[in-house]
């Protein structure tokens, strides 16, 4: 038994070393589609397709842009639960950040999703995923579809505000409920990198508005999208 000993003392460490190293920052981006829509035209013209998040450890920033026609940026900090929400349209150059209630209020805004994890997993744009089905408990909603999260990065809370805030990691594969429009996101790249902070820095020209304020206007961006 005394010869085991040693044995039984190292493994623990041998363990621990062998843990998952999370990768701490990069850049993934996405390709958005609008499953119950029929997209064409104007629409077809101005429509966001694109969407990107760039993290480095807790810190993400998620852009939506149409070129130089507008954008929208959402700084968010799982450590700390920290959210501000940016706007770039036209002469509408506005900042807001979240108090705490109102980030509550956002949270219970969400659609209500059954989420129930898979033994499914697979690769998506080199990132190894694990796959999630997804139902609406809401009869005035749409129908999402199966949402796809790693746990392979730094952010393992990526979506604490939204209504797949109970699932553990980085969303992949999901779809995005809001201002009257259901997005499908889909990770189409990932790039490995250095984030350099200033990446999350404010540009000065952006005033600050309350919460209520930047909903309205881009509530009326989205409408302006979809006449």
């Known amino acids: 038994m005394k010869k085991l000993l040693p044995l039984v003392l190292i493994f623990p460490f041998i363990f621990a070393s062998c843990g998952k190293k999370l ?13 119950y829509m029929k997209v064409e035209g104007f629409m077809q013209a101005i429509l966001p397709k694109e969407m990107t998040i760039v993290f480095k450890g807790s810190k993400m920033k998620t852009t939506i842009a ?18 501000e929400m940016r ?10 950040e979240l108090t705490k209630d109102e980030i509550k209020k956002l949270k219970e805004s969400a659609p209500n999703y059954e989420i129930k994890e898979t033994e499914e997993q697979d690769s998506v744009a080199g ?6 089905t997804v139902k609406s408990l809401s009869s005035d909603t749409l129908q999402p579809g199966d949402a796809w999260f790693t746990e392979d990065m730094a952010v393992q809370n990526g979506a604490w505000f939204s209504a797949y805030s109970s699932v553990t990691g980085l969303p992949v594969v999901y ?13 189409t790249s990932f790039v490995k990198r250095k984030v350099k902070d200033s990446e999350f820095e404010r540009p000065a020209e952006l005033s600050p508005v309350s919460f209520a304020t930047y909903e309205e206007e881009v509530q009326e961006l989205f409408d302006i999208l979809l006449e």
């Open 23 to 35: 990768i701490e920052e990069g850049e993934v981006t996405y390709e958005i589609t609008y499953p």
């Open 66 to 83: 149409r070129g130089t026609i507008f954008s929208t940026d959402v700084i968010t900090d799982e450590s700390n639960e920290y959210m």
């Open 87 to 96: 706007l770039d349209f036209g002469d509408k150059l506005y900042y807001s």
């Open 127 to 132: 990132m190894y995923c694990r796959k999630y």
């Open 175 to 187: 779809d995005v409920e809001r201002y009257g429009l259901m997005m499908r996101v889909k990770a």
